[in-house]
């Protein structure tokens, strides 16, 4: 079984920063995507940003400038490092984990983000 656990949510004031956490444990031989998505109340699920195992990274236009994804391959964890909060950037954070390019096999149960304007 794969495990994927996120951490870092929390409250904060617009402007301010949060740095998410997550990491992929269990019986998994080689990520290839990782990443994290968002979920704001009402609206459906969207990518927030994702990076390959190489490095490369892709993130939504709402959060360029603002929100860096990174990764460590060897202890199967994703950061995303969020500035500049604003009130729109509220939701829950899921963060997900492939064995393919592509395409997301598992997903954590979500770290709740609030920015208060």
């Known amino acids: 079984q794969v495990q994927v656990a996120e951490s870092g949510g929390g409250l904060v004031q617009a402007g301010g920063s949060l740095r998410l956490s997550c990491s992929v444990s269990?019986?998994?031989?080689?990520?290839?995507?990782m990443g994290w998505y968002r979920q704001a109340p009402g609206k459906q699920r969207e990518l927030v940003a994702t990076?390959?195992?190489?490095?490369?990274?892709n993130s939504a236009t709402s959060v360029k400038g603002r929100f860096t994804i990174s990764r460590d391959n060897t202890n199967n964890t994703v950061l995303l490092q969020m500035n500049s909060l604003k009130p729109e950037d509220t939701g829950v954070y899921y963060c997900?984990?492939?064995?393919?390019?592509?395409?997301?096999?598992?997903w954590g149960k979500g770290t709740l983000v609030t920015v208060s304007s």
């Open positions: 997900a984990a492939g064995v393919m390019q592509n395409v997301m096999n598992y």
């Open positions: 269990g019986t998994i031989f080689s990520i290839a995507d």
């Open positions: 990076i390959t195992r190489a490095g490369d990274t």
